[in-house]
Protein backbone atom coordinates (compact mmCIF):
# COMPACT_ATOMS: atom_id res chain seq x y z
CA UNK A 1 0.00 0.00 0.00
CA UNK A 2 1.58 3.29 -1.27
CA UNK A 3 -0.37 5.69 0.61
CA UNK A 4 -0.59 6.55 4.75
CA UNK A 5 -3.97 4.92 4.85
CA UNK A 6 -6.04 5.83 7.78
CA UNK A 7 -9.29 4.73 9.72
CA UNK A 8 -10.65 7.93 8.50
CA UNK A 9 -9.48 7.32 4.92
CA UNK A 10 -10.82 3.78 4.73
CA UNK A 11 -14.39 4.56 6.00
CA UNK A 12 -14.61 7.18 3.65
CA UNK A 13 -13.67 5.39 0.70
CA UNK A 14 -14.98 2.07 1.55
CA UNK A 15 -17.83 2.08 -1.17
CA UNK A 16 -15.38 3.63 -3.24
CA UNK A 17 -13.01 1.33 -2.92
CA UNK A 18 -15.06 -1.72 -3.44
CA UNK A 19 -16.74 -0.50 -7.18
CA UNK A 20 -13.48 -0.13 -7.94
CA UNK A 21 -13.07 -4.00 -7.18
CA UNK A 22 -15.79 -4.97 -9.33
CA UNK A 23 -15.03 -3.06 -11.84
CA UNK A 24 -11.73 -4.32 -12.22
CA UNK A 25 -12.74 -7.81 -11.67
CA UNK A 26 -14.93 -7.53 -14.82
CA UNK A 27 -11.68 -5.86 -16.34
CA UNK A 28 -13.94 -2.52 -17.35
CA UNK A 29 -10.44 -0.77 -17.15
CA UNK A 30 -8.55 -1.96 -20.19
CA UNK A 31 -8.96 -0.28 -23.68
CA UNK A 32 -10.28 -2.24 -26.69
CA UNK A 33 -8.14 -2.50 -29.53
CA UNK A 34 -9.78 -0.60 -32.61
CA UNK A 35 -9.69 -3.04 -35.76
CA UNK A 36 -11.53 -1.02 -38.01
CA UNK A 37 -8.94 1.66 -38.63
CA UNK A 38 -5.99 1.50 -41.02
CA UNK A 39 -3.65 1.29 -38.17
CA UNK A 40 -4.67 -1.05 -35.49
CA UNK A 41 -4.29 0.89 -32.30
CA UNK A 42 -3.71 -0.46 -28.86
CA UNK A 43 -3.38 1.17 -25.68
CA UNK A 44 -0.24 3.29 -24.75
CA UNK A 45 1.13 -0.07 -22.51
CA UNK A 46 3.64 -2.07 -24.86
CA UNK A 47 2.48 -5.25 -23.53
CA UNK A 48 -0.91 -6.29 -22.10
CA UNK A 49 0.51 -8.53 -19.27
CA UNK A 50 1.99 -5.02 -17.86
CA UNK A 51 -1.71 -3.92 -17.85
CA UNK A 52 -2.75 -7.16 -16.48
CA UNK A 53 -0.07 -7.10 -13.81
CA UNK A 54 -1.06 -3.53 -12.77
CA UNK A 55 -4.40 -4.47 -12.47
CA UNK A 56 -4.10 -7.39 -10.51
CA UNK A 57 -1.02 -4.97 -7.50
CA UNK A 58 -4.30 -2.25 -7.17
CA UNK A 59 -6.55 -5.42 -7.29
CA UNK A 60 -4.80 -6.53 -4.34
CA UNK A 61 -4.13 -2.92 -2.86
CA UNK A 62 -8.19 -2.22 -3.16
CA UNK A 63 -9.32 -5.52 -1.42
CA UNK A 64 -6.84 -4.82 1.29
CA UNK A 65 -8.45 -1.46 2.04
CA UNK A 66 -11.85 -3.40 1.91
CA UNK A 67 -10.77 -5.97 4.29
CA UNK A 68 -9.13 -3.51 6.49
CA UNK A 69 -12.74 -1.35 6.79
CA UNK A 70 -15.00 -4.78 7.40
CA UNK A 71 -12.94 -5.45 9.85
CA UNK A 72 -12.77 -2.38 11.69
CA UNK A 73 -16.70 -1.95 11.53
CA UNK A 74 -17.30 -5.58 12.52
CA UNK A 75 -14.73 -4.88 15.92
CA UNK A 76 -17.44 -2.41 16.94
CA UNK A 77 -20.91 -2.97 19.07
CA UNK A 78 -23.85 -2.67 17.05
CA UNK A 79 -24.82 0.99 18.37
CA UNK A 80 -20.83 2.41 17.27
CA UNK A 81 -21.37 0.00 14.07
CA UNK A 82 -24.41 2.56 13.51
CA UNK A 83 -22.81 5.75 14.32
CA UNK A 84 -19.87 4.81 11.82
CA UNK A 85 -21.65 3.53 9.04
CA UNK A 86 -24.05 5.88 9.06
CA UNK A 87 -21.68 8.77 9.51
CA UNK A 88 -18.74 7.69 7.35
CA UNK A 89 -20.07 5.06 4.69
CA UNK A 90 -23.85 6.44 4.34
CA UNK A 91 -23.10 10.15 4.59
CA UNK A 92 -26.12 10.49 7.20
CA UNK A 93 -25.65 13.56 9.38
CA UNK A 94 -25.46 13.67 12.63
CA UNK A 95 -28.62 14.98 13.22
CA UNK A 96 -30.41 12.10 11.41
CA UNK A 97 -28.36 9.19 13.16
CA UNK A 98 -28.87 11.40 16.65
CA UNK A 99 -32.88 10.87 16.02
CA UNK A 100 -32.62 6.73 14.60
CA UNK A 101 -30.92 6.55 18.23
CA UNK A 102 -32.82 8.70 20.16
CA UNK A 103 -30.11 10.62 20.98
CA UNK A 104 -30.80 13.75 22.75
CA UNK A 105 -28.65 15.95 20.75
CA UNK A 106 -26.23 15.28 17.09
CA UNK A 107 -23.05 16.76 20.03
CA UNK A 108 -23.95 12.85 21.65
CA UNK A 109 -23.38 11.51 18.24
CA UNK A 110 -19.89 13.16 17.50
CA UNK A 111 -18.84 12.71 20.73
CA UNK A 112 -19.82 9.07 20.24
CA UNK A 113 -18.20 9.15 16.64
CA UNK A 114 -14.47 10.74 18.14
CA UNK A 115 -14.18 8.19 21.24
CA UNK A 116 -15.08 5.01 18.18
CA UNK A 117 -12.39 6.67 16.01
CA UNK A 118 -10.03 6.84 18.64
CA UNK A 119 -10.67 3.19 19.69
CA UNK A 120 -9.93 1.86 15.62
CA UNK A 121 -7.53 4.59 15.18
CA UNK A 122 -5.76 2.48 18.11
CA UNK A 123 -6.64 -0.90 16.86
CA UNK A 124 -5.76 -0.26 13.24
CA UNK A 125 -2.14 1.09 14.09
CA UNK A 126 -1.62 -2.11 16.56
CA UNK A 127 -2.51 -3.79 12.77
CA UNK A 128 -0.82 -1.67 10.66
CA UNK A 129 2.79 -1.90 13.11
CA UNK A 130 2.26 -5.85 12.55
CA UNK A 131 2.24 -6.11 9.25
CA UNK A 132 5.69 -3.65 8.89
CA UNK A 133 7.27 -6.15 11.06
CA UNK A 134 6.03 -9.14 9.46
CA UNK A 135 7.58 -8.17 6.28
CA UNK A 136 10.80 -6.93 8.03
CA UNK A 137 11.06 -10.56 9.17
Request: proline share 0%; glycine share 2%; net charge positive.
Amino acid sequence: MKRDVTVEWLLKNYRENKAEIQMLSYGLDLRAIQYDKDNVQTSNKSDLSDIVVVREKRLIELMQYVSDAEALLDSLEDRDRFIIESTFIKGKTHIKVASALNLSSEDAVSKAKSRILKDLRIFYNKVKRYREEAKGA
